[in-house]
């Protein structure tokens, strides 16, 4: 790499940003964290001398894996003190604005059911998962990062991908099924109807809701297709009485259909995990510190909520 000025330096780096963002979020779950770890990974790269880097994307990844795995013992002891469960913050586009061409696919791999799962696993395990699963780097490009040797990481890599295979969907639907149900989900919980919502429920089904003390969420987890019908109901038919306008619309959250819901001013973004044609996780993030990157409600009124 041969770099003649600062000026190249920078748009060089520029060109890196948009993939080393998505490799710090894929690895810690949050923009906000993420963007701390590129910006250190630029501060770094200013202070070396780049005249024996020949890879300059390589560099960037070592520099900012390594950045993030050190910065997600830190962010596992915030998230233990966090108020009410902890969910990832969701990567949302407009499905209307945007040809379905241009996305990135990357986006499909960091779904929110894998981010939700990669927060079980070590750091080590995490950072070995994302870096080769995901972004494809070789065991030995891994080992550089964790500081471990290539036959540790493949070990690491192992016992990641089995949480992630039990955690994930075996019979995960097809973009068009996928939206089906957003759909149907959304029109049965406008609704309040209960038997509509059992109809896409898997009898397992997991809803949580992260509002980290910020705004008002449920607490703890709710489990069972039952108890989740009736909770969501409930949060409809307090909205109804209390006079709040409620208005939504289907976006991709993290490369799926999901919705994005105001009530009021409070925007809440529903991330639906589907398996074998029925929903078994509803994530909601409604932590306004974890929406501000969250672009308008599209003025479409389709899959209203």
Request: contains cysteine; hydrophobic residues 45%; aromatic residues 4%.
């Amino acid at each position: 790499m041969i770099v003649r000025c600062e000026e190249e330096l920078a748009a060089a780096f520029e060109d890196q940003r948009p993939y080393l963002r998505r490799l710090a979020y894929g690895t810690l779950g949050s923009f906000a964290e993420a963007d701390d770890v590129v910006q250190e990974a630029w501060l770094r790269l200013q202070r070396t001398d780049v005249e024996p880097i020949r890879d300059l994307r390589g560099w960037l990844t070592t520099v900012v894996g390594r950045l993030a795995l050190d910065a997600l013992g830190s962010a596992r002891n915030r998230r233990e003190r966090y108020v009410g469960p902890w969910l990832p913050e969701p990567l949302v586009e407009d499905v209307a604005a945007e040809d379905p061409a241009d996305r990135v696919t990357l986006d499909e791999q960091v779904t929110t059911a894998l981010l939700v799962v990669l927060e079980r696993l070590s750091p080590a395990e995490r950072t070995a998962f994302v870096l080769h699963d995901v972004f494809g780097l070789s065991f030995a490009e891994v080992a550089e990062v964790v500081g471990r040797s290539p036959a540790a990481v493949r070990q690491l890599a192992a016992r990641a991908r089995r949480h992630v295979d039990d955690g994930t969907p075996r019979f995960p639907a097809s973009r068009e099924q996928h939206t089906r149900i957003v759909a149907a989900f959304a029109v049965a919980w406008q609704a309040g109807d209960v038997d509509a919502l059992l109809a896409v429920l898997d009898p397992g089904v997991t809803f949580r809701s992260d509002g980290g003390g910020n705004v008002v969420a449920v607490s703890r987890p709710v489990d069972g297709a039952e108890r989740v019908a009736r909770t969501l109901v409930a949060l409809a038919t307090a909205n109804v009485r209390r006079g709040v306008a409620v208005r939504g619309g289907i976006v991709d959250v993290n490369g799926l259909p999901g919705l994005l819901v105001e009530e009021d001013h409070v925007r809440g973004v529903v991330s639906l995990t589907v398996d074998d044609g029925r929903i078994v996780a509803i994530d909601v993030v409604r932590n306004p510190e974890k929406l501000r990157h969250v672009p308008a409600l599209p003025d479409a009124d389709a899959g209203e909520s």
